[in-house]
C-alpha cells in the first residue's frame, strides 16, 4: 500500500473542506470503493498558528489596542492604539452594574487612521456619568469588513484620576496676563532650543529629509527542521524582525504557495536576488533529536530540503568575502551555540540571542551603499528584551529547551537499561 501527502494548498480560516481521494482504476470492481471522502474544518484566527497568516493579520488577529482611561472630574480622556488601514467605532455606555446588557448608549464615535498610531479621545460626561462605563470599538478591516472582532473594556467611574480644579470667583482677566505672558515665553523659548539642537545635530535645512521613515531591510529566514515546535521559533523569531526590527521577511511559511507554484530552488534564487540579507537559524543536533523523540515524527518535508538547498545554493557567495556581510548566523543562548553551526557558514557574522541583541539589530540595518536613518538608529537604540516579540520569543525558546531536557532524561534512562540487560 502507497501513502501519498500534498502541502502547499492554499486555506481560508473557519472554512469546511471536503477532501476526496480517487482510485485509478478501482482496486476491485464491485467490492472496495473507488474514492473516499472527508470533511476537513480549518482553525479561525484565535488558533495558534492561523493568526499569523496573511488573511488573518488583516482581519486584525494580531492588533491590541490596549485600551486605557483616565477620568477627571466630568471628562474622560480615552486612549488606544489603532491597526492599519482601518475604520473604528467608539461606543460608550453607561450602567449602574458591571453587566454591559443593561447599559445605556451615551456616545458614538468614528474616526479612520490608515496607519498604527496611539489615539487620545476626550469625552464629556456632563449628566451621563453612572458607576460603569463599557468602552466598546468596533474596527472595519478590508479582510473582514464589518464582521471583525470588537474590543471592549469596562470603567469604573469612581476611580478617579485627578482632582477637580478651578479658577478662583475673584480672578480676572487682567490677574491672568502675567501667566499668560509667562507661559507664552517659556514656549517659544522651548521651540528656540529646540531648533538650535536639531540644527546642530543633524545639519541645516538640507538634512530635513532624513525625517523620512526608511525602506524596510528585505530579510529571507532560513531554518533547519520541519518540526512544529521549530516552525514557532522561525515565526516567532520573524514577527521580532517584522515589528522590532523594521524588516520585510520572506519565509516558507508564509510563502507555500508561491514555493509551490516556482518550486523551492527557483523561489530561493529569487529572494537571493531581492532580498538585503540572509539569516540562518541554528539548532544543535540534541534539540533536534528531543523533538522528533517527543513529538513521534521523524519525517521531513520542504522546510528541512529548503535548508539543505539554501546552503549548496548560497556557499558559492559565502566563500567571496565580497558578498559576506550580506549573511548572518543566529543562535539561541538556551538551546544552540556557534558549535552547532554548519561548517559552510563559519566565515558569516554569528550572533548568540539574547547576548548580542543590540548588535545584531546594528548590524541588520548596515547594508552597504546606504545610510543609516536616524529613526533605524532610534529602533537599535530601543531594542529591548522586554518587548512583546522579544518576550514571545523567549517563550518558545524556553519550550524547546524544555523539551531538550525532557529527552535527555528519557535518553539516559533507556541508556541504563540497555547496561542492565
Excluded at 79 to 84: A, E, L, M, R
Excluded at 175 to 191: E, F, K, L, N, R
Excluded at 260 to 273: D, I, T
Excluded at 392 to 409: G, Q
Amino acid at each position: 500500500m502507497a501513502e501519498f501527502s500534498f502541502s502547499g494548498f492554499t486555506v481560508n480560516p473557519s472554512i469546511m473542506y471536503e477532501i476526496s481521494a480517487y482510485n485509478i482504476p478501482t482496486a476491485n470492481i464491485g467490492e472496495d470503493q473507488p474514492s473516499k471522502s472527508i470533511e476537513f474544518t480549518t482553525p479561525d484566527c484565535s488558533d495558534s498558528k492561523m493568526k499569523f497568516s496573511r488573511h488573518c493579520i488583516d482581519s486584525g488577529s494580531l492588533w491590541d489596542p490596549n485600551i486605557t482611561t483616565c477620568t477627571v472630574c466630568e471628562l474622560l480622556e480615552m486612549n488606544f492604539t489603532t491597526g492599519k488601514n482601518g475604520k473604528y467605532d467608539i461606543y460608550l455606555c453607561t450602567c449602574s452594574t458591571n453587566d454591559i446588557e443593561s447599559c445605556n448608549e451615551v456616545s458614538v464615535t468614528s474616526i479612520t487612521e490608515d496607519k498604527e498610531v496611539r489615539k487620545m479621545m476626550t469625552f464629556n460626561m456632563t449628566g451621563k456619568i453612572s458607576k460603569y462605563l463599557w468602552i466598546t470599538i468596533s474596527p472595519y478591516f478590508h479582510a473582514c469588513g464589518s464582521d471583525c472582532n470588537i474590543r471592549e473594556k469596562m470603567v469604573d467611574m469612581s476611580k478617579k484620576c485627578g482632582e477637580c480644579t478651578e479658577f478662583p470667583e475673584k480672578a480676572t482677566k487682567t490677574d491672568m496676563v502675567p501667566y499668560i505672558i509667562a507661559v507664552t515665553s517659556s514656549i517659544c523659548w522651548a521651540i528656540l532650543v529646540a531648533m538650535v539642537y536639531f540644527m546642530y545635530r543633524y545639519g541645516k535645512m538640507k538634512t530635513l529629509h532624513s525625517t523620512v521613515p526608511p525602506a524596510r531591510v528585505k530579510v529571507l529566514l532560513v531554518y533547519p527542521s520541519d518540526k512544529e515546535v521549530f516552525q514557532n521559533v522561525a515565526l516567532a523569531f520573524a514577527e521580532f524582525l517584522h515589528t522590532d526590527c523594521l524588516c520585510e521577511v520572506a519565509l516558507d511559511l508564509w510563502q507555500m504557495r508561491n514555493i509551490a507554484e516556482m518550486g523551492p530552488v527557483q523561489w530561493l534564487s529569487q529572494q537571493k536576488q531581492i532580498v538585503d540579507k540572509v539569516i540562518f537559524l541554528c539548532l544543535n543536533k540534541t534539540t533536534m533529536q528531543s523533538s522528533s523523540y517527543l513529538d513521534g515524527s521523524n519525517h521531513t518535508d520542504c522546510s528541512s530540503d529548503m535548508y539543505s538547498l539554501a546552503l549548496n545554493l548560497f556557499c558559492s557567495d559565502i566563500k567571496h568575502n565580497s558578498s559576506l556581510q550580506k549573511y548572518m548566523v543566529v543562535s539561541f543562548d538556551e538551546i544552540s551555540s556557534e558549535k552547532d553551526i554548519p561548517l559552510v557558514l563559519t566565515a558569516c557574522s554569528k550572533y548568540s540571542f539574547m547576548k548580542s541583541l543590540k548588535q545584531f539589530c546594528k548590524d541588520l540595518h548596515n547594508i552597504s551603499g546606504c545610510r543609516v536613518f536616524p529613526s533605524v538608529n532610534s529602533v537599535i537604540l530601543d531594542c529591548k528584551y522586554s518587548s512583546k516579540q522579544t518576550v514571545r520569543l523567549n517563550d518558545v525558546i524556553h519550550e524547546l529547551k524544555t523539551k531538550a531536557k525532557t529527552f535527555s532524561t528519557v535518553q539516559m534512562k533507556e541508556d541504563c537499561l540497555i547496561e542492565i540487560f
